[in-house]
Nanobody
Framework: QVQLVESGGGSVQTGGSLRLVCAVS????????MGWFRQRGRGRDFLAAV???????YYMPSVKDRFTVSRDNDKNFLYLQMDSLVPGDTGVYYCGASRLYTHASEFGYDYWGQGTQVTVSS
């Protein structure tokens, strides 16, 4: 089992920044990829992912210039640096861990955190 706990959400104004943190524990040796998703209603939208060992990064094109995913796999943390935030970025942000792939679909992830709320006001 892998346990994930997100933190770092909050309320910011347009143009602000936040850094989300996902603390990873348990069987981290089982992790191949980790991703960040946003939920604003039904379903979770892919934002960014990283291969846990290699560090190779993947992004949804719409956030690539504003969001940066990174990981510290010595200390078992996943990060999402979010800059130039806009109201459309409001939602609940989740980190997920996959045992086999680095997915852009939420259905490819085996473990999820509880989510952290991000609210961007105009």
């Amino acid at each position: 089992q892998v346990q994930l706990v997100e933190s770092g959400g909050g309320s910011v104004q347009t143009g602000g920044s936040l850094r989300l943190v996902c603390a990873v524990s348990g069987r981290t040796a089982d992790i191949f990829g980790m991703g960040w998703f946003r939920q604003r209603g039904r379903g979770r939208d892919f934002l960014a992912a990283v291969e846990w060992r290699s560090g190779k990064e993947y992004y949804m094109p719409s956030v690539k210039d504003r969001f940066t995913v990174s990981r510290d796999n010595d200390k078992n943390f996943l990060y999402l640096q979010m800059d130039s935030l806009v109201p459309g970025d409001t939602g609940v942000y989740y980190c997920g861990a996959s045992r086999l792939y680095t997915h852009a679909s939420e259905f490819g992830y085996d473990y999820w955190g509880q989510g952290t709320q991000v609210t961007v006001s105009s």
